[in-house]
Every structure is written in C-alpha cells, then in structure tokens.
T-cell receptor, first 113, second 114 residues
Framework: SQTIHQWPATLVQPVGSPLSLECTVE??????LYWYRQAAGRGLQLLFY??????ISSEVPQNLSASRPQDRQFILSSKKLLLSDSGFYLC????????????FGPGTRLTVL | AQSVAQPEDQVNVAEGNPLTVKCTYS??????LFWYVQYPNRGLQFLLK??????LVKGSYGFEAEFNKSQTSFHLKKPSALVSDSALYFC????????????FGKGTRLHILP
C-alpha cells in the first residue's frame, strides 16, 4: 500500500529564516505531487504541483519554491520566511489521470514569529 | 473555468439525525467530483468520488453523495450522524483538461451535537 510522509510535524521559525519541508511517498512510482497551504483551518491554496522529476508548476507567486529531486520526494523551501507564511502545509500525491483522487500527508504546522 | 461552492460554513446536526453537506459545481463537460474530510490538525482523507454511472455514490464511514446533473450539485449525506463525524468537509472538482489539478471548495464545518 502507499503511504505519504511529511516532516517535521511542527516548526517554529523566526522571520527571515530559511525553510525546508520534506514530503516522501512510498509504494508507488511516478506520482503527481502537490503542496498546499491551509490558513486558519479552512480552504486549501495550491502552491506547487509536479508531474515528474524536475517538473514544477507554481500556482501562486510568492517567496516559496519547490523541488523534486527524486521521483517520490517533494521539497518546499524558502530563503527568507515572512509572517504571512505561517499556516498548515499539506503534501499530497495522486496517480496521473483525471479519475484519481489525491492522498494527503499528515501536514506540517509552521509558525513564523 | 471550473469552480466548486460549499454554501454553508457550518452545519449543526443532532446525533442520530440524517446529515447533508451541500456542494455545487460549475464545469464545462463531464464533472469528476470528490469529497474529503479533515479532522483537527490532520491531513485530508478521501471519502468518495463520482466519475460516471450511478448518481448515488457510496464511500467511507457510511457516507454517500448524490450527484444531480440538472442542479449541478453533489451533496454529501449520511443517514445517521455520529459525534465522531464532526470535522471539516471539502468538496472538490477535477479541472477539465487539467488532469493534474483538483479545485477544492472552502470547506464546511460539521458539528454533531450529542
């Protein structure tokens, strides 16, 4: 069966510090991968998605970036965090194709102070 | 452009009563629709999906959803609510010609009152 991991689970960082959140998927190959941010326990904002190694699509211009160095690894980064980057970050994967649902990781709670 | 709406921010239901969480959509072409549930400080869990076929789709934890093409709705239902059903529910639609994206609604918070 497939599993998705995210770490760390929680993170408190000062403004201006760098960020690296990691997501890995097990039990499948060539998944589509996604990063979302959820603010105040409500709607999801799609940040980045990837359909293959080195292929990253950005949905929202901001100070975040994403990379996919391996097939089942997706990394969210920032060089300098802003207060507004605080939120709940969710990684998800899906098989390719329009019929397939997304499966979400447990999330990372980021607080920028 | 595709869109999905959840008109209720919050729904309160007494335990044991039937529940409905509403969702309407707008797509060009055939819709591919999904429901997810999120418990506090957790990731989203997939409940069910409509691709084609029967308008009543059965999913996890006793939930089902009714697809209504004429009303462009995909309401989530359960015959008898449990306190443990209290959570945040998201409706989603696959963006046409964009197999890689799903558009999520803003979510509806469901409170089941004991």
């Amino acid at each position: 069966s497939q599993t998705i991991h995210q770490w760390p689970a929680t993170l408190v960082q000062p403004v201006g510090s760098p960020l690296s959140l990691e997501c890995t998927v097990e039990g499948t190959s060539n998944p589509n991968l996604y990063w979302y941010r959820q603010a105040a326990g409500r709607g999801l904002q799609l940040l980045f998605y990837s359909v293959g190694i080195g292929q990253i699509s950005s949905e929202v211009p901001q100070n975040l970036s994403a990379s996919r160095p391996q097939d089942r690894q997706f990394i969210l980064s920032s060089k300098k965090l802003l207060l507004s980057d605080s939120g709940f970050y969710l990684c998800a994967w899906s098989k390719g194709g329009r019929y397939n649902e997304q499966f979400f990781g447990p999330g990372t709670r980021l607080t920028v102070l | 452009a595709q869109s999905v709406a959840q008109p209720e921010d919050q729904v309160n239901v007494a335990e044991g009563n039937p529940l409905t969480v509403k969702c309407t959509y707008s797509v060009s072409g055939n819709p591919y629709l999904f429901w997810y549930v999120q418990y506090p400080n957790r990731g989203l869990q997939f409940l069910l999906k409509y691709i084609t076929g029967d308008n009543l789709v059965k999913g996890s934890y006793g939930f089902e959803a009714e697809f209504n093409k004429s009303q462009t709705s995909f309401h989530l239902k359960k015959p008898s609510a449990l306190v443990s059903d209290s959570a945040l529910y998201f409706c989603a639609v696959r963006e046409m010609n964009r197999d890689d994206k799903i558009i999520f609604g803003k979510g509806t918070r469901l409170h089941i009152l004991p």
